[in-house]
Every structure is written in structure tokens, then in C-alpha cells.
């Protein structure tokens, strides 16, 4: 079983971009950098990363790239630096797209070079869609795995994911209710180590947003590291039942072995 035993409350490093903001206006945003430790990883990780909702652009770049390709970059500079190992597992929690002039929040295209990005800096890349991206399967990087409703055992990790959110399943990445909770509880019933969603639950004892139906899932069964976005919490680690859910929104982990 994976557990995170420690994170740190202070970021070791920080990233500076611009986002699609309310009513045309374009924000500075802040992505912060922290060091987690976690026990039950295999012995032969070095680090797994893991981060979600980098839905922004980067400032003062020609190309006006998406911001996950600046964060691929950012890592490999770090790592040369050495302030982190070398990345064996990179995990994408979704929604990794704005419009090149960040003129509208909300928009929805195309991430595959990003995930081609993080292919390119780590051995390996798992990880699940956001309500917001398109991607090219037949593009993407050979070492790129995408979950859905399924699992896969890559580097000793047994490691599930459910794409999008719940919602109109006739809009770009979204299920039914029932599907969405069919999805989970199937994926549960494998037994992951680590649980990759886009979506997490609710949690009412912080006041923080989410989805009540996967709260009261995680509450009965699994046990499971899971690890999500969509909505930001102040309070980015808590357990629900036998599970330790991580809330990555804007936010990024190195996670180190404890």
C-alpha cells in the first residue's frame, strides 16, 4: 500500500504563467512545487510526479506555449540542478488547455504535446483527461498510458483512472452519473495502489468542493492513494474511509520515497 507520510508546507520552487481569467482578463498565476514522501513505493523509484489543472500559458514566449510544456522543461532543470531525482513515473490528473491568448475561461482543445512533453523528461506517463482537452491518440508518445475506466501495472504500481467529469456525456469528456460511479466502483474492485482521477469527491468536514456521490464511495470501499483536480482545496490531503486522496490542482508533487 502507497501512503504519503509527509508533505511539505512550503514550495521548493515556483513557476510563474498567465491563465484565461474572468471577463477577458488575463491572470498571473503561481504554480507552486512541493516535496512529498510516501512509504510502500518499490524500492527502485526515485520519484513520481504528479500535477493537474495547469490551464495557462507561458508568459513572454514567442510561441505562447501551454504552460505543461514549460513545467516539462522547469523539471529537467531541476533535476540538473539537483533538487530532484530522476522522474520514473509522471502522473496527469487532467486539464491542460487554454487559448493561446488566454482570452476566455474555459477553453477546451488540444493537450497531446504536452503529455508529449512529460513523455520526454520521464520514463513513464500515466494519466486520465480533463473535462477540457482533446487529444490525438495516434500522436502520442510511446511511453504515454491513458486510463479509462481501467487499470495497468507499470514499474510495480498498479495504477486506475477514470477520464472527465460528471455531466452531459454528449459534452467533451463528461459521463452520466451512473456510468461515472460504474466506472469507479470497477476500477476500485481492482485494487489499485494509486487512483488517478479528474474529478474527486466532496469534503464537507473542510468545506471543500467536489462530488458528493464519490465521497460516499470512497467512504465504503477502496484503499486507495488517489490523486485528482478540477476543483482547487486549501486542504489538498485528507483520508475518506481506507483511501488518501491528494488534491493536485494547480499544484505539483515530486513524490520522494519516505
Same mark, same amino acid.
Given at each position: 500500500?502507497?501512503?504519503?507520510?509527509?508533505?511539505?508546507?512550503?514550495?521548493?520552487?515556483?513557476?510563474?504563467?498567465?491563465?484565461?481569467?474572468?471577463?477577458?482578463?488575463?491572470?498571473?498565476?503561481?504554480?507552486?512545487?512541493?516535496?512529498?514522501?510516501?512509504?510502500?513505493?518499490?524500492?527502485?523509484?526515485?520519484?513520481?510526479?504528479?500535477?493537474?489543472?495547469?490551464?495557462?500559458?507561458?508568459?513572454?514566449?514567442?510561441?505562447?506555449?501551454?504552460?505543461?510544456?514549460?513545467?516539462?522543461?522547469?523539471?529537467?532543470?531541476?533535476?540538473?540542478?539537483?533538487?530532484?531525482?530522476?522522474?520514473?513515473?509522471?502522473?496527469?490528473?487532467?486539464?491542460?488547455?487554454?487559448? =493561446? /491568448?488566454?482570452?476566455? $475561461?474555459?477553453?477546451?482543445? *488540444?493537450?497531446? +504535446?504536452?503529455?508529449?512533453?512529460?513523455? %520526454?523528461?520521464?520514463?513513464?506517463?500515466?494519466?486520465?483527461?480533463?473535462?477540457?482537452?482533446?487529444?490525438?491518440?495516434?500522436?502520442?508518445?510511446?511511453?504515454?498510458?491513458?486510463?479509462?475506466?481501467?487499470?495497468?501495472?507499470?514499474?510495480?504500481?498498479?495504477?486506475?483512472?477514470?477520464?472527465?467529469?460528471?455531466?452531459?456525456?454528449?459534452?467533451?469528456?463528461?459521463?452520466?452519473?451512473?456510468?461515472?460511479?460504474?466506472?469507479?466502483?470497477?476500477?476500485?474492485?481492482?485494487? =489499485? /495502489?494509486?487512483?488517478? $482521477?479528474?474529478?474527486?469527491? *466532496?469534503?464537507? +468536514?473542510?468545506?471543500?468542493?467536489?462530488? %458528493?456521490?464519490?465521497?460516499?464511495?470512497?467512504?465504503?470501499?477502496?484503499?486507495?492513494?488517489?490523486?485528482?483536480?478540477?476543483?482547487?482545496?486549501?486542504?489538498?490531503?485528507?483520508?475518506?474511509?481506507?483511501?488518501?486522496?491528494?488534491?493536485?490542482?494547480?499544484?505539483?508533487?515530486?513524490?520522494?520515497?519516505?
Amino acid at each position: 500500500m502507497i501512503r504519503i507520510i509527509k508533505t511539505e508546507e512550503k514550495p521548493f520552487h515556483i513557476l510563474r504563467y498567465q491563465s484565461s481569467g474572468p471577463k477577458g482578463n488575463i491572470r498571473k498565476v503561481l504554480l507552486p512545487f512541493f516535496r512529498a514522501y510516501a512509504e510502500g513505493l518499490p524500492k527502485d523509484i526515485s520519484s513520481i510526479v504528479a500535477t493537474s489543472d495547469l490551464q495557462g500559458r507561458e508568459i513572454h514566449h514567442r510561441s505562447a506555449r501551454l504552460v505543461g510544456e514549460a513545467v516539462a522543461e522547469e523539471l529537467v532543470l531541476l533535476q540538473e540542478q539537483k533538487e530532484i531525482p530522476t522522474i520514473d513515473t509522471l502522473l496527469m490528473a487532467g486539464d491542460f488547455y487554454d487559448y =493561446p /491568448d488566454c482570452r476566455k $475561461l474555459g477553453g477546451t482543445g *488540444d493537450v497531446t +504535446q504536452v503529455w508529449n512533453a512529460f513523455a %520526454s523528461i520521464s520514463q513513464h506517463v500515466i494519466g486520465v483527461h480533463g473535462n477540457h482537452d482533446i487529444v490525438d491518440a495516434s500522436q502520442l508518445a510511446p511511453n504515454v498510458t491513458v486510463l479509462d475506466g481501467n487499470t495497468k501495472s507499470i514499474r510495480g504500481i498498479q495504477t486506475g483512472g477514470i477520464c472527465g467529469i460528471i455531466g452531459r456525456p454528449d459534452k467533451n469528456q463528461r459521463k452520466t452519473d451512473i456510468d461515472f460511479q460504474s466506472s469507479l466502483n470497477k476500477v476500485i474492485a481492482k485494487k =489499485p /495502489d494509486i487512483l488517478l $482521477l479528474h474529478q474527486g469527491p *466532496d469534503d464537507p +468536514q473542510n468545506q471543500q468542493v467536489g462530488d %458528493s456521490m464519490i465521497r460516499e464511495i470512497f467512504e465504503m470501499k477502496g484503499q486507495s492513494l488517489v490523486i485528482f483536480g478540477h476543483c482547487h482545496w486549501r486542504t489538498p490531503r485528507i483520508d475518506i474511509g481506507k483511501n488518501q486522496l491528494l488534491n493536485v490542482d494547480n499544484r505539483l508533487y515530486v513524490i520522494l520515497p519516505g
